[in-house]
C-alpha cells in the first residue's frame, strides 16, 4: 500500500464491515493467509473511533510483540497515515497507545503477559479486537469480557475476532462455527450474537502480489494449504499428538465408575491450568480440567477445592504434580509436589499410550481438547510454545507418575 491510498474494501470486506452492523455482538473473521481479515477489522476501528470522539479501543493478541509488529506498524499506523494523517494522530510508544485528533484512543497490546494484561485490563473499552485467536485461550478472552465496559452514547459496544482457522476442537470453532456453548457444549442461549465469516486469499487477489496464490500458497503441504488457502479447520500439520482421535474421547456416561488410582497436573502462569486423570490398569482417562487466566494460585486451589476435585473416592488426596518451576506457589496446590518436566520423554511416553488406545479424554475437559490439536512442532521440530497450558499439565499428570515407579509402563 503506497503514501496516500484510500480504503477501497474489497467485495468480501465489505460484506465484512457489514456484519458489523448486522446486531451481532461477537463477529469473527477466519480463514486464509493474506485474505485481507486484519485491514477490515483495523479500518472498522478507526472508523469507530473517528466516528464516536473519546471512544476507546484495545487490539490485543498473544504476543505484544507480534502485535505490535504485525498489527500496529504493518496495519494500524499506515492505514491512520492515509486516513486522518500523521497530524491527526500520536502514537505513544511506551503506552502502546494512539490517541487521535478527538480523543478517541487505540490501545495495543498482549494478553501473554502478566504487566500487559494488567495494563491494558485496566481500562474499559467500546471495542476489543482478538487478533489471532487460534493462539489465546478461552480463559484468556472471556477475562477481557469484562473491559468492554466503556459508555459512549451511540456507539455499540462490540467483540471483534480474526484467525486463521485452528482445528475443529478449537474453542472459536465450536462457539462461531457449531454454535455450541464451549464448557458444556449445549446450544448457544442467543446464537444470533455471534456472527462469523470466512475470507480467503483469492477474495484478496486484487491486494496481492502476482503469484502470492499460485508460487506459495498453492504448493503447501495438504494440511497447511486446507489452512492457509482454503480457510478450514483441520489438523495442523506437525500435530504432536496426532494418533489422537474423536473416537477417544468419551462422554461422562461412559466413564468407568473406578479408577486404581488418581493424579493430577498443574501448570503456573498467566494461563494457569489443572487436568486430572486417573488410571485403570493400563489406560489414561483424562477425567477433568480447569483453567483459568490471571488468577493467584490461592485462588485456583480454592476454586479447585470447591469442585472437590482434590480428593479420591476414598477420601484420600490427589497427587497433583506441579510445574517445577513453579516455586513457592507449589505449596498453595493441596497436594503439590514437583512435577517431572521431561518433555520428549512425557510426549513419547503419551503418545505410546495413545497408539495403543490407552488413552481417553472426557468430553468435559474442553482444555485438554481445545488445544490437544493445535499442540504441534514448527519446521525446525521445536515445539510451538502458544496455546500449550493444558498440554503441560497433562503431561505433567501422566508422566511424573510413571517416571516415580508407580506405574510400570
Ligand atoms: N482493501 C485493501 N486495500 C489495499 N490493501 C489491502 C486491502 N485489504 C488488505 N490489503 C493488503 O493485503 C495484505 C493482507 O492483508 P491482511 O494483513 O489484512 O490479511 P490477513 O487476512 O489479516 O492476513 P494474515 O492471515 O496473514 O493475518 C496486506 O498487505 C494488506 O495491506
Ligand atoms: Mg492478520
Not at 469480557?145 to 465496559?149: G, K, N
Not at 521445536?382 to 500449550?388: A, F, P, Q, S
Given at each position: 500500500m503506497g503514501a496516500n491510498t484510500v480504503f477501497r474494501p474489497t467485495a468480501i470486506q465489505k460484506k465484512a464491515l457489514s456484519l458489523l452492523k448486522s446486531g451481532a455482538k461477537h463477529i469473527l473473521l477466519f480463514g486464509g493467509s493474506r485474505s485481507g481479515k486484519t485491514t477490515v477489522l483495523v479500518m472498522a476501528i478507526i472508523y469507530r473511533a473517528l466516528r464516536f470522539a473519546g471512544s476507546r479501543h484495545l487490539i490485543c493478541r498473544y504476543r505484544a510483540k507480534d502485535a505490535r509488529s504485525s498489527v500496529l506498524r504493518e496495519t494500524l499506523l499506515p492505514w491512520l497515515d492515509n486516513t486522518v494523517g500523521k497530524n491527526g494522530y500520536n502514537y505513544l510508544a511506551h503506552e502502546s497507545m494512539v490517541t487521535l485528533f478527538n480523543n478517541s484512543e487505540i490501545w495495543i497490546g498482549g494478553l501473554g503477559d502478566r504487566e500487559q494484561a494488567d495494563k491494558i485490563l485496566g481500562h474499559e473499552y467500546n471495542t476489543i479486537y482478538f487478533n489471532e485467536i487460534s493462539q489465546l485461550s478461552y480463559a484468556a478472552v472471556t477475562t477481557a469480557?469484562?473491559?468492554?465496559?466503556m459508555r459512549v452514547p451511540g456507539c455499540k459496544n462490540l467483540f471483534i475476532y480474526d484467525c486463521n482457522p485452528g482445528s475443529p476442537l478449537h474453542w472459536a470453532y465450536k462457539i462461531f462455527v457449531l454454535k455450541k456453548t464451549f464448557l458444556s457444549g449445549e446450544p448457544l442461549e442467543k446464537p444470533e450474537l455471534y456472527a462469523s465469516m470466512m475470507l480467503n486469499p483469492e477474495d484478496n487477489k486484487a491486494n496481492l502480489p502476482e503469484d502470492y496464490i499460485s508460487d506459495i500458497l498453492d504448493v503447501l503441504p495438504e494440511k497447511q494449504k486446507a489452512r492457509f488457502r482454503d480457510g478450514l479447520w483441520v489438523k495442523a500439520e506437525g500435530v504432536i499428538y496426532d494418533r489422537f482421535d474423536e473416537t477417544m474421547v468419551v462422554k461422562v456416561c461412559d466413564l468407568p465408575e473406578k479408577f486404581d488410582r488418581y493424579a493430577a497436573g498443574q501448570d503456573f502462569g498467566l494461563n494457569i491450568t489443572f487436568v486430572k486423570i486417573g488410571w485403570l490398569g493400563d489406560v489414561i482417562y483424562v477425567l477433568c480440567d480447569y483453567g483459568a487466566f490471571n488468577m493467584t494460585t490461592k485462588s485456583f486451589n480454592a476454586e479447585l477445592e470447591g469442585r472437590l476435585w482434590l480428593n479420591c473416592a476414598d477420601g484420600l488426596g490427589v497427587p497433583v504434580y506441579c510445574d517445577p518451576a513453579g516455586g513457592e506457589r507449589i505449596q498453595e496446590i493441596t497436594g503439590g509436589m514437583k512435577a517431572n518436566n521431561s518433555v520428549e520423554s512425557g510426549i513419547d511416553f503419551i503418545n505410546a499410550k495413545i497408539e495403543r488406545r490407552q488413552f481417553f479424554v472426557c468430553e468435559k475437559c474442553t482444555g485438554v481438547l481445545s488445544e490437544i490439536w493445535d499442540y504441534c512442532r514448527d519446521e525446525a521440530g521445536?515445539?510451538?510454545?502458544?496455546?500449550?497450558h493444558f498440554m503441560d499439565a497433562l503431561r505433567y499428570a501422566i508422566f511424573s507418575d510413571v517416571q516415580q515407579g508407580v506405574i510400570l509402563a
Open positions: 469480557y469484562s473491559r468492554l465496559a521445536e515445539i510451538v510454545k502458544v496455546n500449550d
